[in-house]
């Protein structure tokens, strides 16, 4: 009688697919609440936790001093902020700013990027000195300028003083605004530019080299290919510089605190001046109500009317990965 040894695969293939365990609910669920809780923690201290308080503080008449406000005043600061000029001001220089970005600093940097983005001698030199300004900290670029573009011994009027291209920059209301712009295009423009340049090497080289064997060349190569390729990373790019502008604060503060004649104040530094300087701190937190409100309103209209085909995509692509 043969007697027949079943070898341990045969076993396995006579039993069947083996199912895999899952791992049990609740040991997943404490993990998750493990890595999830500091994080949350730190999100409802510093952010959440400052917006309310902010919140409650704008309907009292505080000097920030002598514990919790206690003269509550409901609306009224926000009442004497919609009907105050300096308001209003303030609105104009930030869409000034909002608008010079997008038509100038944004397109630069885009232009630039394309340019690096060809073979050209020393390109990884370049976008190093492009982008070095960016990681510079707003005080010292502040500080930096605030020497450069001095009216009296400036580095800028002793070289444009023989053009007769001399100017009194920061210390003109007429000028003021748009020397702030400059540094920060100067700043900031580095940083969009890398953001487009990792755009575009992400574009594959098969679909312009198809463009060009159709007949497209040059313009027609950027316009109907390359920029429309671009479009989620531009859209990134103008979302964070409205948001930074709302938000606009460091480098006002020191190159000009928002003078002369307010020609260059922000929301930010009409805060600051209000809460810390004046002691108007119910006052000045109904001003970071009101930017905050901006800030929101704008990131969920932005995601839902400009960015919505992005969100979209980015969806789609993480649940075709599961």
Do not use: C
């Amino acid at each position: 009688m043969t007697t027949v040894t079943r070898r341990p695969e045969a076993e396995t293939l006579a039993a069947g697919p083996r199912r895999h365990r899952r791992p049990g609910r609740p040991r997943n669920r404490l993990t998750i609440a493990l890595f999830v809780l500091p994080a949350l923690a730190l999100f409802l201290l510093l952010v959440v936790a400052p917006i309310l308080v902010a919140m409650y503080a704008s309907a009292f008449k505080w000097n920030g001093f002598g514990g919790l406000p206690t003269d509550f005043i409901g609306f009224d600061n926000f009442t004497r902020l919609f009907s105050s000029s300096i308001f209003y001001t303030d609105l104009g220089n930030l869409l000034l700013v909002i608008v010079a970005t997008l038509v100038i600093q944004l397109p630069f940097a885009l232009g630039i990027a394309m340019l690096l983005h060809q073979r050209i001698r020393g390109r990884a030199f370049y976008r190093l000195v492009f982008f070095a300004p960016y990681v510079l900290s707003e005080v010292i670029t502040g500080v930096l300028f605030s020497l450069i573009l001095s009216p009296e011994n400036g580095i800028a009027n002793r070289i444009l003083g023989p053009l007769g291209l001399e100017s009194e920059w920061l210390s003109h209301p007429d000028s003021a605004l748009w020397s702030i712009f400059l540094v920060m295009t100067w700043k900031y423009f580095g940083f969009h530019m890398m953001i487009y340049l990792a755009g575009r090497q992400n574009i594959p080289n098969e679909l312009i080299e198809a463009a060009k064997i159709d007949g497209a060349a040059g313009w027609k190569v950027f316009r109907y290919v390359t920029l429309p390729l671009l479009g989620p990373t531009i859209r990134i790019s103008v979302f964070l510089s409205v948001i930074y502008t709302i938000q606009l604060f460091d480098l006002v503060w020191i190159l000009t605190e928002g003078g002369p004649a307010h020609a260059s104040e922000t929301l930010a530094v009409t805060m600051f001046t209000l809460g810390f300087e004046r002691a108007q701190v119910g006052y000045a937190s109904a001003i970071s109500v009101v930017m905050f409100g901006l800030s929101l309103i704008f990131a969920l209209g932005y995601q839902r009317l400009v960015m919505r085909r992005d969100l979209e995509g980015a969806t789609t692509a993480m649940g075709g990965k599961r």
